[in-house]
């Protein structure tokens, strides 16, 4: 049983059993008040580069700390540690605000959270946070999707009222895996087909595979909007809305990557039930202390 | 047993037991005289970018040519079609300047053939003709490797005195798998490692599995020499020096690419038995017919 079973009202449906067309979202995408000048074309494109958001200095600094993270032994067994199947290498770990003092005290600076502050107009607190390290060589990409649609099927996000910033701390080329985003995509919310599995977040964050939209659906946003890459030095950023289509190619370059994602959700749109799944997916993944960031 | 069991002399040994070291290749790039003002280059970075080799209304010819020979129902059990694995789709159509009387005749215009011949100084016959078809959403890319290693090891061709054009059907964005290029590793050679399987031509066209470089030697070219992008509209040409690393992504956008490749060997370069497998593969793959264009 889902909210939708109980006739709760859903402006998102997702994940059902017969297709639905894609459609213009209904919410805005800046809520609050942009003053930041790089965040100038956040509202058009839904999203904003930060060009050396991390000094050099601190890149070395996060580098370091994050390495050690993945070589920690203690966190072998860590269900917040995710494997690639492939390359059988650490992928993601996640709740590293918490395992890092030093992301932790980054994560509540006022020009880290004070961005997301901007554009979603009230107070924020994390709804997720990791590092994502993609290696050479057998660095598997990702297939296109919108957050947003897996936060309201999984985690019982009301609206795409959040924001991610990912902070580059390797150079991002346009061949070694780095996202592509279609600009203007986050006005479209595309409903994946499909219901969610039991546990689906366990194969989901090693490859997507079930609730991905359709070709259709990307060929017409492709069409539509084209796609753009985030390509940078370490230490640039990207924020982006949560509804954004986004994806990566995989990575057969010697150049890994790896990068810090933070994910802020605006305090008056937080969880409630999931509104395509049985369960919610654990607190590692969908944080449920609303607590603002500060 | 193969050549070098004989006691032939092989200054390219590749797929041996025990690894190889890289190494300085001791042949010429450039053994005719350049006189194309776009092959300046050709010799530094062992590839050239031919803008506009095709005319918009060509492209719309040959793409048309192509899509037709794809989809012809009298091809569909000709060995010289190769379907991709996971997209169950056409992924290459080898002889094509046979399949198609426009491409043959492609193949002998002066500024297409004469190209291979400022290179190779002499003489050109075709080792090689294919049309390649990378879909949208599900198009594998392929692993780093030289051409040069595979058609030496298994076809007989005894030096990199060859040169592949690539005519591009499509746009090559960055981002749709378009060919990623180590400016400058065709002056290196990089042994194999393992041997030759037994019809290994008929999984490695599909997906490049035996007979790769190891990450090691990809590494140390990829520091050495970095990686460029052939992108650029439909009809530019890219002409490549046969032992330049080379290497794509796979490609989830929207935007499928196709092209025309076209291989020229000097008629002083003709292939001889495999160094290093025990049969030749099949003459729409290396051709063994040394007639000179024209």
């Known amino acids: 049983m889902t909210l939708s079973d109980y ?112 554009i979603l107009g009230s107070e924020v607190y994390l709804h997720q946070s990791r590092v994502n390290y993609m290696p050479g060589f057998t660095g598997a990409g990702f297939y296109w999707h919108s957050d947003f649609e897996t936060w309201h099927a999984e985690d019982g996000m009301p609206a795409p009222r959040a924001v991610s910033l990912s902070i580059a701390l390797t150079d991002n080329h346009p061949y070694n895996g780095s996202l592509m985003v279609m600009p203007g995509s986050h006005r479209v919310f595309v409903p994946c087909h499909g219901e969610t599995p039991p546990d689906h977040y366990r194969d989901s964050l090693r490859e997507q595979e079930v609730g991905v939209p359709g070709q259709d659906d990307i060929e017409k946003l492709g069409q539509a909007h084209g796609i753009s890459q985030f390509t940078g030095a370490a230490g640039s950023a990207l924020l982006f809305d949560s509804n954004l289509m986004h994806g990566s190619s995989n990575n057969i370059t010697p150049f890994p990557r790896s990068n810090i994602f933070l994910v802020f959700n605006s305090v008056e749109n937080t969880l409630g039930a999931p509104y395509a799944a049985d369960e919610p997916r654990p607190t590692y993944i969908a944080n449920r202390d609303f607590t603002p960031v500060r």
């Open 7 to 118: 006739g709760v009202l859903d402006r998102y449906q997702t994940r059902t059993s017969t297709p639905r067309a894609q459609f213009e979202r209904v919410d805005p995408v800046v809520w609050g008040r942009v003053e930041s000048p790089e965040l100038a074309t956040f509202d058009r494109y839904g999203y904003s580069v930060i060009d050396a958001l991390l000094s050099p200095d601190k890149v070395a600094e996060f580098s370091t700390e994050t390495r050690r993270l993945a070589e920690d032994p203690d966190l072998w067994l860590d269900e917040r540690l995710i494997i690639e199947k492939k390359a059988r290498r650490v992928r993601s770990i996640f709740e590293v605000h918490k395992l890092s003092a030093a992301v932790g005290d980054l994560v509540r600076q006022t020009r880290i959270a004070g961005l997301a502050e901007q």
